[in-house]
């Protein structure tokens, strides 16, 4: 009857890593710039209190329903639009820099002969 149970085993991250000697936090922990991230944020923060705004002024003006699903559409569409273009030029730009680092990287890794290397 023993040889018939299942035994759940867990696996502790730390001792895997020690086990293994590596470290998965360095590939798992993926993000984008700052200035990206700052930029994303701001621009759904900037849309949030537009549309509340929006909402207010429609409650305090009285306005009809359909009034207020266009004008919350409308600018929240035209706003959104400028806003993921300038969230757009701003990662494009990011990632030109990072592309640009990246191959004088690789030239100095390979300045190196084998024969230099001990």
Not at 38 to 56: C, E, K, N, Q, R
Not at 89 to 117: F, R, Y
């Amino acid at each position: 009857m023993a040889d018939n149970e299942i035994t759940l085993e867990r696996n502790d991250p730390a001792e895997e890593e020690k086990k293994t000697g590596k470290s998965k936090k360095g590939t798992d922990d993926v993000h984008p710039p700052v200035l990206v991230e700052f930029t994303v944020m701001l621009s759904a923060i900037l849309l949030v209190a537009v549309f509340f705004t929006i909402v207010g002024i429609s409650l305090l003006k009285g306005s009809n329903l359909i009034d207020f699903v266009i004008r919350t559409s409308i600018s929240i569409l035209v706003l959104g639009s400028l806003l993921l273009a300038l969230t757009s030029q701003i990662s494009s730009g990011m990632s030109s820099v990072k592309k640009e680092k990246q191959p004088d990287e690789a030239d100095e890794l390979d300045m190196h002969s084998p024969s230099e290397v001990n």
